[in-house]
């Protein structure tokens, strides 16, 4: 077992914790964001299960919308994700067409007429109601672009590395098409099986969210 992974799910579980319904004012303007699925443990705790981040100045209360309630799986891999799960698991053929992404101008043209928009609208709502009833999550406040994206490519790592943190038989991720979601047991596929969070990251991640005031 991994003694920092233990920390980090001993320590993330004790933070406040958000589900929707959410108060976007609870949310940091800047920071990285810890999800928790229902029925998944590790550690005699929650399992962490996907963490995030966002690029963009003061976007994180918009990142987390943009997971939990705007239904556009192109504008949210995280959603995208479950859809696939969803949408595999019932061996739906619509899986081809959630594929695409029709962002770019020239994907709308090329492959808008031949998509079922009812259909897409469907799934959104059924990826939305999954997300909605089973994800909670925690937010830790970090201004720092270059230090959020270290904090969240060092802990994703810390999980995927983590013999202890496996998804339960029952775990939706199963059935994603994608192997490096099954295979990690996070609905992620980037930022895996790298560098761990070192001793003194781990101090300076807890020392935030002590000066916050974050502990329930």
Known sequence: MSKKCNKLHQWFNDLKRLKFPFNEKEIPLNGIYILFEKGEFAHNTDRIVRV???????????RLK??????????????????????????NPFLEKWELDLTPKKSKEK?????????????EKAVTQYIQDNFSFIAIPVD???????????????????????????????????????????????????????????KELISITQSKNLKV
Do not use: A, M
């Not at 966002?54 to 976007?59: C, E, P, S």
């Not at 994700?81 to 595999?88: D, E, K, T, V, W």
């Not at 007429?113 to 609208?121: D, H």
């Open 52 to 62: 995030g981040t966002h690029t963009g100045n003061n976007q994180l209360r918009s």
């Open 66 to 91: 943009q997971h939990f309630i705007k239904e556009n799986k192109d504008r949210s891999i995280f959603r995208k994700n479950i859809g696939r799960s969803l949408l595999n698991k019932e061996k």
């Open 111 to 123: 492959y808008g007429g031949s998509i079922n928009f009812n259909k897409q609208k469907e799934v």
């Open 144 to 202: 720092n672009k270059e230090k959020r994206l270290q904090f969240e490519s060092k802990i994703i790592s810390t999980v995927s590395l983590c013999d202890n943190c496996k998804p339960s038989q029952n775990w939706l991720g199963h059935f994603s098409p994608k192997n490096k979601i099954k295979e990690s047991g996070l609905w992620l596929v980037n930022e895996l099986y790298k560098q761990k969070i070192s001793n003194e990251e781990l």
